[in-house]
Structures are given as C-alpha cells and as structure tokens.
C-alpha cells in the first residue's frame, strides 16, 4: 500500500442494500400493501379461474414478502447483537492491553510517525466497521505457548487479530458470495463476480514482526539492522529473525540482543502463532523462502524489494519507514497468493503418502529428467481423467504467481494472481501439438512415472529440494488450503500489471508514428 494510495479504499465500505442481497424493507412493506389492496378489491362479475389463480399467486407474493420482512429484521436485530458482543470484546481487548504494556495506543511508537496515519486511519475504521461492513476471515488470536525457554521473554505476546474484506470498484463493498452461481425457476444464473480487491484490517495492533533476509548482501544486512532499530524504538515491537541473523547481529553489537530467534525447527512450526507480520528483504527468492517456512497459515508478508526483479516485492526500501507505519495500522490491500500441496506417492507404498507430509510451493512443482539425458515420460491424470502423456524435458505445475516464473519460460501464460487455477505447462514437449493448460482449482493433478519409463525423474518444489521419483512413483498435487498474504504497494491489479511492465518490459515496442498511410 503505498502511503500516496493508502486510501484508495476510502468509501467502500457503504453497501448498496440491492448489493447487500436485501431490497429495501420500506418498498416492501409498500409492494406488500399494494399486493394486499389488490387482493382486497372486490372481485368482478364474471371472473374466470385465472383471475382467481393470478388472486391466489398474489396472496402468495404478498405472504412471501412479508416473511422477507420479518427475516430482514430478525437478522438486522442478531446482527445489532453480534456488533455488541464485538464492541465488548474490543473494549475488553483495548483494556488487556493497556494493562499490559506500557504505550498508550497499545503499540507505543513515535506519536509524531503515528499522527500521519492516524486520522486517515481512523476514517478507514470507520468506514470498514460501519454497520454495512462485511464479514471476513478470523484469525488465531492467540498464540500458544513460547515452546522455547532460551527465548526473551517479552510483554505482550498475543497475536493481533484482523479481519479481510473484499472491495469492488473502489468503491463499495459486498459480502463475499461463496455461493457464485444460482439456478431458479430453471434459470442459471451467476452472482456479482466474487474476486475482488482484498483489504486487511487490524482489529488489535500488531505486536511482533519476523524479519527474513536475503543471505550473503551487505545492502540488506544495513538495512536490516536499521529498520530493527527503528521497529524496536519508534513502534515498540517484538522482533524475530533467522539463527543466522541473530548471531550476525549480535556480532554487530551487542544492543540487538532484544531481538528473538528460535532454536530446531520444532519452534518454526509455531511462528505462525507468534508472528504478526513478516518482513522479507530480498528478492523474489526470499518470499519464496518466507512461504517455505509456514507449513500451515501464514500471516501477511511485506515484501521489500532488494533483488533484481522483484515480480512479489513491490516496496521499495528507501521508504520502508512510511510504508511500515501505514502498515502497522491498516488497512492493507493483500493479494492472497495461493499454494499447491504436493505429496508423492511411493510405487511401493502404493496409496500411503511419505511420511515427511506435503510440501507447499508458491511458484511451482516441477518433475524433470534431472540429470539424465533420457526424454521423461510422465503420465497426466485429473481427477482420475487421463490428461496427456508428456513427453520432452518435464512438466511444471505451476499457481498462478509463479505464472510469471519457470511456467513462463517454459511458455506458459501469465496469470493475474489472484486466478484460482492450476498451470500445467510442459518443458520443451517433443511434440507438435502440446499447448499449455489452465486447469480448475478444485482438480487434483497426479504426475506419474510410468513402471516402463526406461529413466527416473526429478521433482523440485519451488526450485529447491530435488527428489528422485522412479518408475511406479507419482506425485499429487492440489491447491492448499493455506494462502500466503502479501501485501499490495497500491493494489493487486495495479501491482501486477507494473511488475510485468517494469520486470520483463512487457509488450514494449515503439509506436507507430502517426505520419504515414492511413484509411481512406
Ligand atoms: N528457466 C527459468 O526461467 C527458471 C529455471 C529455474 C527456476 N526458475 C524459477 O526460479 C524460482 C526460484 O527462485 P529463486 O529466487 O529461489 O531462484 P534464483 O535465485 O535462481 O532466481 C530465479 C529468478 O526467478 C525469478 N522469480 C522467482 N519467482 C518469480 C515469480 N513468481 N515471478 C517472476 N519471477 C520470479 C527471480 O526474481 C529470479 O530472477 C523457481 O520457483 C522457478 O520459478 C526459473
Ligand atoms: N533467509 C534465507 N535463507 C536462506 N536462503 C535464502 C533466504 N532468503 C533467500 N534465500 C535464497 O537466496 C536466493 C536468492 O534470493 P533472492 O531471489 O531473494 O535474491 P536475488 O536472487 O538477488 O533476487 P532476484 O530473485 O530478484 O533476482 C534464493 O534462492 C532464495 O531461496
């Protein structure tokens, strides 16, 4: 979100009540009087059963409406019930805070950095919880114990907790529809398209960032100690960082030793529980590497742009300071970033997944020859429908962020990343005819390598940890249910198209120049 667009999503939080699936309750109590009065005009001579019919019909539109009417109240007066329990539960929360920590607005801070934000915040706030605001996503909010005992302990370790809205348009916002196609009286009919620009807003204050670098770059290991500094003073947070980093730190001064780490990896399986927001410092490789680390959900990611490309990293590092402190107080455009889980499935196990548990990639799942020169013979099923056999170097199934990675080269399309869907593109096919695929998100893929393959292939998730798998042995793959939130500098949308206008200078060619033949 950049601190120029923060608010972008200003005024979408009115919903439209045709919009908000209700038609308004005083129309309809008119529509019901009218339909009454209707009925209640004497009938005329001669009425035929139609008349009667169409008397009936009406009587029943009418009961119909008046049943609406009552829902809509019944569901306004638990809505207003719901809206206080929340209130209380904010006060409660505000008051546990304020107790336990030792700044005023439960995140302490520079107050001179927080009045730039504060008053368009408190705008968006209002507008996100006005009384049309709509329902989202809970979070954990808190996390469990701190399994490590070497760790610092220190004050506050809640997670904050933050709900996701959907806008459209800029400008209103709607329920999100899980229920995308309806069928009545015989008509199919599809409802306000669903995918729209997502807005995360905190409903507690963030408390503890994870920092993740790039290894190896003198760049970011500056920036890195700066902005610790700058996170522990100005914003009062908890800070993780990598083993790795915190010896480097330490090694810098020993003034970083409040900055926390973990020891096996036992601890990584719980950061979720702990950490608030991450930090990435690096290319498009350390995003990756950050969604690596969270097996399960993973909270939201800003990505810093210290790489060459930087197709995920839409910040820039010189402005980190207002594009945090926007951050820290929301609400954030995300896109939400889907994975796929891959298990592979032993010839000899048959049905039983290997125990290690799935792995989850952001970009892709590539099965390749590897090493050997053998072409790779990998067979393609979906849903248990024969797809193809690829035949060529391998195959790449890739989400749609990692649209503009390998599938890429490999001459996939490129895909808006927030399109559910599945890439299947293969690696040079020894053949004339073999075009990319785009198949539904719901769909299981399973690659295998069939028993008469006269090679093994190669499976790499994400570019990292090659596995073997020999004939017989196949690899299936899902989207997950787990996400990865980035956070948008302006919005999805605006952010994908400059990272493929800015990263591979897309579509440019020099204009045509206006002097020259034209129709007549
Ligand atoms: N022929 C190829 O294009 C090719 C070959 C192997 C791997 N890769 C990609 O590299 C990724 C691993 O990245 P890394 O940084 O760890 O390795 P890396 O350091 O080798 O970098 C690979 C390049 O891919 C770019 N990249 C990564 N994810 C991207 C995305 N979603 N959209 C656009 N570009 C992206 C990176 O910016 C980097 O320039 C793999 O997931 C794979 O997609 C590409
Ligand atoms: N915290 C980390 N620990 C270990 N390896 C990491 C970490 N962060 C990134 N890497 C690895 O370092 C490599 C390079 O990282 P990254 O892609 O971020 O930088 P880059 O190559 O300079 O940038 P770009 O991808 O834009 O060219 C990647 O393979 C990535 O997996």
Not at 197 to 215: D, M
Not at 323 to 332: A, K, N, R
Not at 373 to 396: A, H, K, P, R
Not at 398 to 417: E, I, K, N, Q, W
């Amino acid at each position: 979100m950049s601190p120029s667009n923060s608010t972008s999503t200003k005024g979408n939080a009115s919903v439209s009540p045709a919009e908000n699936g209700f038609i308004d309750s005083f129309s309809m109590l008119n529509s019901e009087k009218s339909v009454e009065e209707i009925i209640q005009q004497p009938l005329l001579h001669g009425i035929d059963d139609h008349l009667i019919e169409f008397s009936e019909a009406l009587r029943t539109v009418a009961k119909a409406l008046r049943r609406v009417t009552e829902g809509k109240a019944s569901a306004q007066a638990e809505a207003a019930e719901w809206k206080r329990k929340y209130e209380l539960e904010r006060q409660r929360n505000l008051q546990l805070e304020q107790n336990g920590g030792d700044c005023t607005d439960g995140r302490g801070g520079n107050p001179e950095d927080r009045t730039v934000i504060s008053d368009e915040n408190s705008d968006q706030c209002e507008l996100c919880c006005g009384k049309d605001d709509i329902s989202a996503q809970e979070v954990l909010r808190d996390g469990e114990p701190d399994s490590n005992p070497s760790s610092v302990p220190n004050k506050m370790m809640r997670k904050a907790s933050f709900k996701l809205s959907w806008y459209c348009k800029g400008e209103k916002c709607d329920r999100h529809k899980h229920d995308i196609v309806s069928f009545e009286k015989g008509n199919i009919t599809t409802a306000e398209r669903s995918s729209k620009q997502i807005s995360l807003k905190w409903e507690s204050p963030p408390q503890t960032v994870l920092i993740l670098t790039k290894p190896n770059s003198t760049s970011v290991r500056i920036l890195c100690l700066e902005m610790i500094r700058w996170l522990n003073e100005q914003k009062k947070l908890n800070i993780y960082v990598e083993p790795r980093v915190k010896s480097e730190l330490l090694t810098e001064s020993s003034y970083y030793s409040f900055v926390q780490t973990w020891q096996d990896d036992k601890d990584v399986l719980l950061l979720h529980t702990k950490v608030d927001l991450v930090v990435t410092l690096g290319g498009d490789g350390t995003v990756l590497w950050a969604a690596s680390m969270f097996k399960g959900p993973v909270p939201p990611i800003v990505p810093f742009s210290l790489g060459s490309l930087g197709f995920m990293t839409p910040f820039h590092s010189e402005h980190y300071r207002q594009y945090l402190s926007s951050i820290l107080c929301g609400p954030i455009s995300i896109t939400l970033r889907h994975r796929l889980q891959c298990h592979i499935i032993r010839d000899e196990a048959k049905s039983e997944y290997e125990n290690e548990g799935p792995m989850l990639v952001l970009n892709e799942v590539t099965i390749d020859r590897g090493i050997s020169s053998f072409l790779t013979n990998l067979e393609c099923y979906c849903d248990n429908s024969f797809v193809t056999c690829v035949q060529g170097d391998g195959l790449i199934l890739s989400t749609t962020s990692g649209s503009t990675a390998y599938s890429l080269a490999a001459g996939g399309s490129m895909v808006h990343p927030q399109v559910p869907g599945i890439l299947f593109t293969p690696i040079c096919p020894h053949s004339l005819s073999f075009r990319p695929l785009i198949l539904p998100e719901h769909v299981t893929v399973r690659v295998v390598v069939p028993p008469s393959s006269r090679c093994q292939a190669w499976v790499s998730f994400d570019g990292k940890g090659r596995k073997q798998l020999g004939p017989g042995d196949a690899l299936v793959c899902s989207m997950a249910p787990w996400p990865v939130p980035t956070a948008c500098q302006s919005d999805s949308t605006t952010d994908f198209l400059r990272s493929i206008h800015d990263g591979l200078h897309w579509n440019l060619r020099k204009t045509q120049s206006f002097d020259g033949p034209r129709d007549p």
